[in-house]
Structure formats: structure tokens, C-alpha cells
Nanobody, 121 residues
Framework: QVQLVESGGGLVQAGGSLTLSCAAS????????MGWYRQAPGKERELVAR???????NYADSVKGRFTISRDNAKNTVSLQMNSLKPEDTAVYFC???????????????WGQGTQVTVSS
């Protein structure tokens, strides 16, 4: 089994900062891209930021310059540093990893359980 466990969500005032962390564990052969998605009430899940094993990143336009994604390949972790938070960043944030459980297996999407981020105005 594979688990993605997130931590670091919470309530913060506008302009504040939070750091989300996610650790992948279990039967893992290799991990490709890792990322963070979010889903606000009544809206579809959207990509926030994504990072490849080599460190290439891409961000949603709405978070560029405010959020920074990073990963530790040795520890199978990914983090999201969120600065200058806005009320519109309020959502459930989900960790995502594309990984192979065993050599020769097809890469598959895995998701964390989600962590709530609430930004008050």
C-alpha cells in the first residue's frame, strides 16, 4: 500500500504564511512528479504547483510569486510554502504523486486525504 500524508493546514489571517508538507510511504519503486492541488467549495479541483524529480516547477498563475514548492527525493516528501495568503486561497489542499509501486508497473496517481487551509480577511 501507498500513503500520502499531509500536514500543516490551518487558519491564518490574510497576508500570513503557512507551510504544507506531504510524505509518501509504503511500497514505492519510484516517484515522478509531485504536486499540490486545491478544491474550494463549489469549485473543481485545480493544480496549485507541481515539481518534477529534477526540480522543474510550474505554478498556477494565481499563486506565482507567493507560493514555493520543493521536494526531498531521498525522503519522498514535498512541501508548499505559502506566503501572502489571500482569502481566495481558502480551500482543501491535496498532495499528489505519480509513482510506480514496483519496477515495470505503470505510473499511477496517488492522493493524500486533504488538509484544510482557511484564510480570514
Amino acid at each position: 500500500q501507498v500513503q500520502l500524508v499531509e500536514s500543516g493546514g490551518g487558519l491564518v489571517q490574510a497576508g500570513g504564511s503557512l507551510t504544507l508538507s506531504c510524505a509518501a510511504s509504503g511500497s514505492i519503486f519510484s516517484i515522478g512528479a509531485m504536486g499540490w492541488y486545491r478544491q474550494a467549495p463549489g469549485k473543481e479541483r485545480e493544480l496549485v504547483a507541481r515539481i518534477t524529480p529534477g526540480g522543474s516547477t510550474n505554478y498556477a498563475d494565481s499563486v506565482k510569486g507567493r507560493f514555493t514548492i520543493s521536494r526531498d527525493n531521498a525522503k519522498n516528501t514535498v512541501s508548499l510554502q505559502m506566503n501572502s495568503l489571500k482569502p481566495e486561497d481558502t480551500a482543501v489542499y491535496f498532495c499528489n504523486a505519480v509513482l510506480q509501486r514496483k519496477r515495470g508497473y505503470a505510473p499511477t496517481d496517488y492522493w493524500g486525504q486533504g488538509t484544510q487551509v482557511t484564510v480570514s480577511s
